[in-house]
């Protein structure tokens, strides 16, 4: 098979937060040599009474959407990337799921902010499915992201699960992305520091053994996890927050979905989350973008 270069999909509905998310997306693919895909999903009229009336509204949401799909790689001022374009039609979150497994993408980024009712936007509730289920890393950009590359991330990780999958993604991206990484994890009392910072010690020389030296570590003293990992990543100026998403379970643990969906609604700085189950990177193989 002909190799091609590797995908990140970036979902559309014409709002600030999703055309900064292209930006974002712009640059992750700069950084890793990916082909940038920009996705509309148009959802269909729901029943109606008059055939011809559903059919019609059906075609101008479709001609609204490559509308905003070529809005978006108008007004893209990123780096240098190609840019391609896909429309679906059907229910947001599933369609992207489908789209990032049809064409074998390596990340989705997504606005984290609508411009449609909130029950239906491609964004809000669609952005929480999708990085719930989505086998890939998911970024969710703010509409008042500021930074497109970044330099500084914080990596909040769980004691009771360990950081074995963001690690890897890490040894996946630092010969490229090369940031600044701070490695934290939140306890609820002052006792329990001391064995939070040798599980966050045993991390950093296992990081460095793979060649990934200079990682920061630090325990944050908080009773609400969430709470405690978006106000330090405000204080530090972090430009971006790693974190896992769900499938994990246990009364002790703090990551497994509901922190990290926390901190993906209230972040002022990008989030990008990884399902701990999620393939490895693949070799990516020739795949025709859909049409128009």
Do not use: C
Not at 67 to 78: E, M
Not at 211 to 237: K, Q, W
Not at 246 to 254: A, D, I, P, S, V
């Amino acid at each position: 098979m002909e190799k091609r270069q590797k995908k990140i999909i970036v979902p559309i509905d014409g709002s600030p937060a999703s055309q900064r998310a292209v930006e974002v997306g712009g640059q992750f693919a700069a950084s890793h040599g990916s082909e940038l895909i920009l996705l509309y999903v148009v959802e269909p009229v729901p029943n109606l009474i008059e055939f011809f009336a559903e059919r019609e509204l059906n075609e101008k949401r479709r001609d609204w959407g490559i509308r905003l799909l070529n809005n978006a790689k108008k007004n893209y001022q990123g780096p240098e990337v190609q840019i391609s374009e896909m429309i679906m039609t059907g229910k947001p979150y599933k369609k992207i799921l489908e789209a990032s497994e049809e064409i074998l993408a390596e990340m989705i980024v997504m606005g984290a902010q609508g411009s449609h009712t909130e029950s239906e936007n491609i964004i809000g509730s669609n952005l929480q499915k999708v990085f719930r289920l989505s086998k890939v890393p998911v970024v969710s950009v703010p509409s008042h992201t500021e930074k497109t590359e970044f330099g500084k991330v914080l990596l909040p990780v769980d004691p009771n699960f360990g950081a074995i999958e963001l690690e890897r993604f890490l040894y996946e991206y630092k010969s490229t992305y090369n940031p600044v990484v701070e490695m934290v994890t939140v306890v609820n009392e002052r006792n329990e520091v001391d064995d939070a910072q040798a599980f966050l010690d045993k991390n950093q020389n296992a990081l460095a053994k793979a060649g990934i030296h200079d990682v920061i570590t630090n325990v944050i003293i908080g009773s609400d996890p969430a709470y405690a990992i978006l106000r330090y990543a405000e204080e530090n100026a972090h430009d971006i927050i790693w974190m896992e998403t769900h499938g994990r379970t246990g009364l002790n643990g703090w990551l497994f979905g509901s922190v990290t969906g926390e901190v993906l609604n209230g972040s002022p700085v990008p989030v990008l989350s990884l399902h701990p189950e999620r393939e490895p990177l693949k070799n990516y193989y020739y795949h025709a973008n859909l049409p128009i």
